[in-house]
């Protein structure tokens, strides 16, 4: 460091190191201090990024909670109508096999019916005549006629009951 000058006047003249050196502190502390207030913005708006990140997060959870609800109804909703559907399907089925199985006691029945009749007949006709032979014949073609009648109408119920029974799985796997 040197030492002040005096001049002539008496007054002395201020050494210009010093006054640098003052000056470079003083612009020090002001850059520190700048970059401190610099510093406290930034952690502001990191700390107001923050809590908007926490609300739209929250935001996001409630929604996705709200949607993951709506789809567990939807869910429960669906098992409920795919249960139904199944009972309906079984119902339908059980329905349908009570009706084959009366048709065919039905049928039986008819058919014993009609067997008696013939045999009432035959007993009442006269065994010795050539009309009896071909009523004989006409008997057991009518008796073939009426068995592929039954064997028709079963098949036919069967393959109803079959229909059914598809389409009733089909609405089921389309239904899930």
């Known amino acids: 460091m040197t030492t002040p000058q005096h001049l002539p006047n008496g007054t002395t003249r201020p050494d210009p190191t010093a006054r640098t050196a003052e000056a470079i502190d003083r612009a020090i502390d002001a850059v520190e201090q700048g970059i401190e207030a610099l510093s406290l913005r930034i952690n502001d708006q990191i700390t107001?990024?923050?809590?908007?990140?926490?609300?739209?997060?929250?935001t996001y959870k409630t929604m996705l909670e709200a949607q993951a609800q709506q789809v567990a109804i939807a869910l429960t909703s669906s098992e409920k109508a795919i249960n139904?559907?199944?009972?309906?399907?079984?119902?339908?089925?059980?329905t349908a096999r009570r009706e084959m199985e009366t048709a065919i006691i039905e049928l039986k029945a008819t058919g014993a019916e009609l067997a008696?009749?013939?045999a009432e007949l035959r007993s009442r006709l006269d065994v010795?005549?050539?009309g009896l032979s071909s009523l004989q014949r006409e008997y057991a073609a009518s008796q073939g006629r009426w068995q592929g009648s039954v064997d028709?109408?079963?098949?036919?119920?069967?393959?109803?009951?079959?229909l059914i029974g598809v389409v009733g799985l089909a609405a089921r796997f389309v239904g899930a």
Request: hydrophobic share 45%; no cysteine; net charge positive.
């Open 116 to 118: 008696r009749q013939v």
């Open 152 to 162: 028709s109408r079963s098949l036919l119920i069967v393959v109803v009951g079959v």
């Open 128 to 130: 010795g005549p050539a």
């Open 84 to 94: 139904k559907a199944e009972q309906a399907t079984e119902k339908q089925f059980e």
């Open 48 to 58: 107001s990024v923050d809590k908007l990140t926490d609300v739209k997060f929250v």
